[in-house]
């Protein structure tokens, strides 16, 4: 499982892929290779390079829209109410 917060260019696939992406060749992280990714942001803008992020529209890719202080701390209450 790879958790992003926030982050849009740095972990957006076609910088590897599409050679005429404005982000081709930038290293980014290979969060696409995850088995489950969870993206966690405000919305779906586009980074500053102003072009959609790939990720977000993968299979394996699930959007948490919000806060990113609320939506974790959410997350890590629903966790740990599991361990019970």
Known sequence: VALVIG????VN??????KSSPIYGMPILNVDMAQNV???KR???????GIENALFYKD????????AQ?????????VKALEG
């Open 70 to 78: 609320q939506a974790i701390a959410e997350v890590i209450t629903h």
């Open 38 to 40: 969870i993206v966690v």
């Open 60 to 67: 394996n890719c699930r959007m948490l829209y919000g806060s």
């Open 7 to 10: 982050a849009n260019d740095v």
């Open 43 to 49: 919305g779906k803008g586009a980074g500053y390079s």
């Open 13 to 18: 696939p076609v910088a590897r892929t599409d």
